[in-house]
């Protein structure tokens, strides 16, 4: 997706700029074309607002075509026939292009399931999701009526572009869609920030492979540089930190236990606000460490 200045879009021709936003909306043009009109924007949030406000307005019948633009998730066929280079992006970041076997059956069983009882696609936005949140929201959703599932489909879908303009256009404002996810290690031993902890996060999943998101070395201040998550939202889901504080404090020659007491430590915890700041320091010593929720 090659990146598009506001004042450019504000100054093409119509057509450039329906060009340029296309595929914001899966498969929907007609939302940019409409959003041209409001020009110029003072700003991409004015500029999201307006395409918006064009699917707020859309005929029940423009909306539902809408719903239906949108790819099963994690459907082998779709992804073999060809998924838009937005959906395929997004699809991936969520790992669902690398599902075990168990996971392709879950997804597929509720695929299924969803749309024998609404008629269209599942829609979530799966950057907001880890895989096994994704199947727990498709769980919780199924029971619901079909006016509700629109509703919320067309919440979701909002989100997606919400994120594809925040992808695409450069401003001077931003959308509020991203999260962060930062750690921040502390000695207590010695009285200071502990630099150079290998940190590992990983995303726990309950039917296939935990995955590795991230490896850090923390800084002079204790810190990872940049963040274990930033940029983008923090995915709702299960993680696992890894500390390995037992090199740490080897390198430094501090006495300890053969083996030591405390050689790697995990911290689990849960994210839950995919667009706030989680913050997860330790506090470290040979033979003790605490945490807490920071933000």
């Not at 299960?238 to 007491?261: C, H, I, N, T």
Request: net charge neutral; charged share 25%.
């Amino acid at each position: 997706m090659s990146q598009k200045s506001l004042s450019d879009l504000n100054a093409c021709s119509k057509d450039d700029f329906v060009g340029a936003l296309a595929n914001i909306f899966e498969y929907s043009p007609w939302i940019a074309e409409q959003a041209a009109s409001a020009r110029p924007f003072a700003g991409v949030n004015q500029l999201f607002a307006a395409m918006k406000a064009a699917v707020d307005h859309a005929t029940p019948a423009l909306r539902l075509a809408l719903i239906k633009a949108h790819p099963d998730l994690a459907n082998k066929t779709q992804r073999a026939a060809g998924l838009t280079a937005e959906s395929s992006a997004e699809q991936n970041s969520a790992g669902l292009d690398r599902l075990s076997d168990a996971e392709y059956e879950a997804f597929e069983r509720v695929n299924n399931a969803y749309r024998a009882r609404f008629g269209f696609p599942y829609i979530v936005c799966v950057r907001r999701h880890t895989k096994d949140s994704i199947l727990r929201d498709f769980e919780r959703r199924l029971p619901n009526d079909a006016d509700t599932e629109i509703r919320k489909s067309l919440e979701e879908i909002c989100r997606i572009a919400a994120l594809r303009v925040d992808q695409l256009v450069i401003s001077d404002d931003r959308l509020k869609v991203h999260g962060r996810l930062s750690t921040h290690v502390l000695d207590t031993h010695s009285g200071r920030p502990a630099a150079g902890i290998t940190v590992e996060l990983v995303e726990l999943s309950e039917l296939g492979a935990n995955r590795v998101v991230t490896r850090a070395i923390t800084n002079a201040d204790g810190r990872t540089d940049p963040p274990l998550i930033g940029g983008r939202p923090a995915p709702i889901g299960r993680y696992e930190l890894v500390f390995s504080v037992g090199k740490y404090f080897a390198e430094r020659q501090v006495p300890m236990s053969d083996p030591p007491f405390l050689d790697q430590i995990p911290l689990r915890f849960s994210v839950s606000e995919p667009e706030g700041h989680l913050h997860v320091p330790l506090l470290v010593t040979p033979w003790s460490y605490a945490t807490y929720r920071g933000s």
